[in-house]
């Protein structure tokens, strides 16, 4: 079932996250460019204002695009929004492109609006869905064996209090459904110490795993890079932005691999890398945001850029297992 939720007039307007230097390392930006993560729009907007010909807004989630209706026209048919997941950006886009960019996680839009489920700093309904169809976090927090919510918590999340709190779950829901964000922050911060000044909120490592089961993250994310490759002219550049180090380490490993780096943690084991380069790398390090953003978004502190040009190889897939991906094995429910 699907939520329309008007968003309040008095709300900040939503920063884009390392825009600036998007901007600067993409240059000159021209052409076709896919925004695979819409959002509230603040990348297409950026991309069309720096030159581009054409923006191609992706979005997973109904809302965001419902919200882009009372400025989107005044791209005309410069920006056209499509529904759909960036793991069919190829497919969504319809024509090769000279850049993508994609903002991973959940966007500070969804973050503030309580009735979507996705932060502990208010109540509203265990949601968590981006595209509002499908399982809730309620539905896999009350049906999830103790086990599956385990492995959950400690490979999406990197909880190492993960089979502690998976236990309290179990025992909680038991009394009754788990079916508040606040409700699950609480059953969270009992199994956890009192966190200290400028340490996060204890339940922010098990809200991350939830969401990332959710939504199927990490493979969107595999797919969506794949995507990317296919769609990309010979000199197109993906520009990928991350906010946790399993995005990054997965992005980061896939440039490795793609560029003909070599990602292996293991100097034993065989090589991994494509034969032909399919990415260029203008800098093997990730950008981060600047004091100057720093301090007018706050919510930049864990972001990182990485970007790649494409070559002229041919596209090929791309290996989880390389890439870092965390695997969880499928088990039954309770």
């Known amino acids: 079932m699907s939520v329309t939720v008007e968003p309040p ?12 230097p998007i ?7 021209e052409g076709v460019w896919l925004d695979g993560t819409f959002g509230a729009g603040g990348y297409a907007r950026g991309l069309l204002d720096a030159g581009a010909a054409t923006v191609i807004g992706v979005d997973r989630d109904p809302l965001a695009l419902q919200m882009a209706a009372g400025w989107a026209g005044d791209y005309g048919d410069r920006l056209r929004l499509v529904a759909g997941t960036f793991s069919q950006l190829d497919t969504l886009a319809g024509e090769p492109l000279d850049g993508v960019v994609l903002d991973l996680g959940v966007s500070s839009m969804q973050l503030d609006q309580a009735e979507r489920g996705f932060s502990f700093a208010k109540d509203g309904p265990l949601d968590m869905r981006m595209s509002q169809e499908g399982e809730s976090a309620a539905d896999l927090v009350n049906t999830a064996a103790e086990e599956q919510l385990a492995d959950i918590l400690y490979h999406y999340g990197e909880e190492r209090a993960s089979r502690r709190i998976a236990k309290a779950i179990v025992t909680a829901r038991a009394q009754g459904p788990i079916t508040r964000t606040l409700q699950l922050a609480e059953i969270v911060a009992k ?14 490592r098990s809200f991350q795993a939830i969401r990332i089961a959710v939504n199927t993250e990490f493979s969107e994310l595999v797919e969506g890079l794949e995507a990317a490759e296919r769609a990309l002219k010979p000199g197109g550049k993906l520009a990928m932005v991350t906010f946790h180090s399993l995005e990054d380490r997965i992005v980061k490993r896939f440039f490795q691999l793609h560029s003909g780096g070599e990602a292996n943690a293991n100097r034993y084991a065989p090589a991994s890398a ?6 260029t790398l203008p800098s093997k390090r990730a950008l981060a945001p600047d004091d100057e953003e720093l301090a007018v978004n706050p919510r930049s502190r864990s972001a990182k850029l990485r970007v790649g040009i494409r070559t002229d190889a041919p596209a090929g897939p791309a290996d989880p297992e390389a890439l ?4 969880i094995p499928k088990k039954g429910r309770r």
Request: aromatic share 2%.
């Open 9 to 20: 007039e008095d709300r900040a307007p939503h920063i884009p996250v390392l825009l600036r």
């Open 23 to 29: 901007l600067a390392a993409v240059a000159p930006v």
């Open 191 to 204: 199994c956890l110490p009192r966190p200290k000044p400028g340490q996060i909120h204890p339940a922010t």
């Open 274 to 279: 494509v034969d032909l380069p399919r990415f």
């Open 324 to 327: 870092g991906v965390p695997l």
